[in-house]
T-cell receptor, first 112, second 111 residues
Framework: SQQGEEDPQALSIQEGENATMNCSYK?????LQWYRQNSGRGLVHLIL?????REKHSGRLRVTLDTSKKSSSLLITASRAADTASYFC????????????FGAGTILRVKS | DAGVTQSPTHLIKTRGQHVTLRCSPI?????VSWYQQVLGQGPQFIFQ???????GRGNFPDRFSARQFPNYSSELNVNALLLGDSALYLC??????????FGEGSRLTVL
């Protein structure tokens, strides 16, 4: 079963606009990570936010974490056509780490 | 530096057969994890190995097994294949915890 649930399931925007994806989870976590996947290929790590952090930035990415609501959001600013991909949140709650639980993902399409 | 490499990239099997998938982690990474991704879903955790010891197992039947070798490469074995085993199998390596580095996956089709 999958812990994270992304919202929306699909998002279509114009180049230059911002894209916001949300993730909710069910149990306590050590950290939450966001990954990107192009067309059924391997996943690429985007950002990791620890349970004691509330916000983190990396380039055009901004991630927030609200542990009281068990939710996270990923904001991509000034989107580009190359940002078209599926985006997954993954929670790490395991004793040894690396046992990530992924959501079903958000499909982002950026139109040029 | 080479990333995580997986082989084969694509394979087709028939029901009841056995399959072995291979993974070479990034140099220096001692942890290898395996994930199954069915079309339209997120990856599901199958196994994690660290220093050749199993450190975690997901909710998969005993038909699924894995091992890690002294050079930290890993194999995932699936016996008695079912149609539902058709998926993209992803291998990921890491130092221990935190960020995972994924390979491009092995796409298995069971007919």
């Amino acid at each position: 079963s999958q812990q994270g649930e992304e919202d929306p399931q699909a998002l279509s925007i114009q180049e230059g606009e911002n894209a916001t994806m949300n993730c909710s989870y069910k149990t306590s976590i050590n950290n939450l990570q966001w990954y990107r996947q192009n067309s059924g290929r391997g996943l690429v790590h985007l950002i990791l936010i620890r349970s004691n952090e509330r916000e983190k930035h990396s380039g055009r990415l901004r991630v927030t974490l609200d542990t009281s609501k068990k939710s996270s959001s990923l904001l991509i600013t000034a989107s580009r056509a190359a940002d078209t991909a599926s985006y997954f949140c993954a929670t790490d709650a395991g004793e040894y780490g690396n046992k990530l639980v992924f959501g079903a993902g958000t499909i982002l399409r950026v139109k040029s | 530096d080479a990333g995580v490499t997986q082989s084969p990239t694509h394979l087709i099997k028939t029901r009841g057969q056995h399959v072995t998938l291979r993974c070479s982690p990034i140099s220096g990474h001692k942890s290898v994890s395996w994930y199954q991704q069915v079309l339209g879903q997120g990856p599901q955790f199958i196994f994690q190995y660290y220093e050749k010891e199993e450190r975690g197992r997901g909710n998969f039947p005993d038909r699924f097994s894995a091992r890690q070798f002294p050079n930290y490469s890993s194999e995932l074995n699936v016996n008695a294949l079912l149609l539902g085993d058709s998926a993209l199998y992803l291998c990921a390596s890491s130092f221990y915890t935190g960020e995972l580095f994924f390979g491009e996956g092995s796409r298995l089709t069971v007919l």
